[in-house]
């Protein structure tokens, strides 16, 4: 009989965990027959019916979480009628807390696992290929003919039992990796379900780094480590992060969800030694209001926090993300705005405005008619207002969300946005004056060409009665040029002082010399297929410090950044 793990990602480039260490245990166990299918919320319910129909799975086991539990529900529905034989079980983080209300709702679901699934994998496969009682499997919530039953949890597995999820890396090329190598959280974080269980466990390290010598030597672009706070126990990360550091293979990059007021000075000292780009820290500050971060059992020091980021960030070696969430108990629009702009002084590589997910299983959820909170009655059960924000509020940080993610997050306007930032009070107002015109003008309604994104901001700009003046031109051109070359500009832009040195430039890639010093990784290639992957962009000041001085660029597109950005330098040359 044959067992499939369903996993229906955001993306196409996420993985899945769960699934893949549910079917290398199957069959590290015996059970052969097992397979993993793996889909993204993009694909039509119609198109994973049939793929999932063809499988001839006679049982199926579904990943759920708030992303995708409203289409695995519908498409369960239809696979029940096609196959009715075939036994349907959830189990995830989104089913683990109301599986009684589920299967009440859902008479075509046959199972849910509760809580961790490792623990009741066997059991429940020898349940479902063997016929054992069903009692017999832990966690388990189910079906005895009209009555819904549960049983008890056993105890969580070490995780030295956890196998390696990516037996053949080369399937995985150009995808993001999930890692842990801890289970648990020690605080409290009220709407957060890993504050239900107060403590951690640990993979040994030596386990850890056979696991990373293979991302390693595979050249991964990505490795994100979930574990909820991975620097909780000092002396265990800092193993990790030098081991990392000894064994960088100078491409591969990790991304960890750290608590930054945990950093001391040691841990502060070592990590502005990391390779730039090796290393991602998200950092969820949430909010600055002490009231809000009481009630939501964050105790900690934001001015000791953001002071800490900023020391990371000093350096520029390490990928910083800070988190802010809308939505919390005692924020109103006025504790906001001030929150965003004390993360802001920062500047981050990218600010991640999120808004209050109502979890079920969280004592957020337990306390939400306290807070007067609305929240939509379907996943991602998202915050619509509380006491002290009004769904139009709500509304106006949406809009603010989407110009921090397209001109701020994305990082391909960072010289223009912040030459615009200098001339407004606070980052707050600029973005959200130019949200308000954004939407105001039915831009969200619309998809827009790159160039454009920089013909609205122009608009924007001469719309607070401002003039765009040629130096914000260049600023523009040289965002353009640090992550394309610039075929096609926007339509304000001139771009006469490039021309005027068309021959310099061409000349450029003709001499042996330059392309020796500069271009060390071409000197096998035609001058001709150089100018193609490469760009020398002259401007008339320099677009970094803004000195009143000529500047030639070179723009090798070939090396990139983990954000994308090529890599660029000064050259020490210019046209008589």
Known sequence: ???????????????????????????????????????????????????????????MIFSCYIWN????????????????????????????????????KHSFIDGIIR?????????????????????????????????????NPE???????????????????????????????????????????????????????????????????QVKFVDRTFNCNKKYALAIWRYLKEHDNGITNFHFEIAG???????????????????????????????????????????????????????GNIHLHLDLIAGLPFENIESFKNSFNQVFKIRPQQLQLGFLKVLKGSAMHRNANQYGMTYTPKAPYEILETKWLSFKEIIFLKDIEEMVNLYYNSGRFHHIIEHMLQQFTTPFDFFAQLGTYYTENKYHLL????????????????????IFTSEMEQLCIYDICLH???????????????????????????????????????????????AKITHLQLFPFHPETNAAIPTAILFDYRQRDITG??????????PS
């Not at 899945?16 to 919320?41: D, K």
């Not at 069903?134 to 005895?144: D, K, L």
């Open 261 to 315: 007021e945990l950093l001391d000075k040691d841990t502060i000292s070592f990590l502005s030694k990391i390779r730039k780009g090796q290393f991602q820290f998200e950092v969820g500050v949430q909010s600055t209001n002490p009231q809000t971060l009481s009630a939501i059992t964050r105790n900690m020091k934001t001015e000791q926090l953001l002071d800490i980021c900023k020391q990371i960030d000093y350096r």
């Open 447 to 466: 998809q827009h060409a790159k160039e454009q994104y920089y013909e609205i901001l122009r608009e924007f700009w001469q719309s607070t009665n401002r």
């Open 484 to 530: 394309e070359k610039p075929k096609k500009l926007p339509s304000f832009t001139d771009n006469t002082y490039q021309k005027k040195y068309r021959d310099w430039i061409f000349q450029f890639y003709e001499v042996p010399q330059h392309i020796k010093a500069y271009l060390a990784n071409y000197i096998h290639e035609s001058p001709k297929r150089i």
């Open 69 to 104: 539990i409203e289409m695995i529900l519908e498409l369960c529905c239809q696979l029940k009628m096609l196959l009715p034989l075939s036994k349907l079980i959830l189990a995830g983080p989104e089913v683990s807390y109301n599986s009684i209300e589920l299967l009440q």
């Open 155 to 221: 105890p969580l597995i070490p995780l030295s039992q956890l196998p390696f999820p990516y037996p053949d890396l080369q399937k995985e090329k150009n995808r993001i990796l999930y890692f842990e190598c801890t289970r648990g959280c020690p605080f409290q974080c009220s709407y957060c379900l890993s504050s239900i269980e107060n403590r951690v466990r640990y993979m040994p390290l030596e386990q850890v780094f056979t696991s990373l010598d293979l991302f390693l030597k595979h050249n991964v672009r």
């Open 1 to 59: 009989m044959k067992t499939l793990f369903i996993a229906i990602n955001a993306k196409y480039i996420h993985t899945n965990l769960a699934v893949r260490y549910m079917q290398l245990l199957a069959e590290q166990n015996g059970f052969n027959n097992t397979a993993i299918a793996e889909y993204t919320i993009n694909h039509r319910i119609p198109q994973l019916v049939r793929e999932i129909y063809l499988t001839k799975a006679d049982h």
């Open 565 to 574: 950005k090529a890599h660029h330098q000064i050259l020490p040359l210019l």
């Open 115 to 151: 809580g961790e699934g490792e623990p009741s994998l066997l059991p429940l496969l020898k349940h479902l290929q063997s016929g054992t009682c069903a009692q017999t499997v832990p966690s388990f919530t189910y079906r005895n003919e009209c009555t819904l039953c549960q049983t």
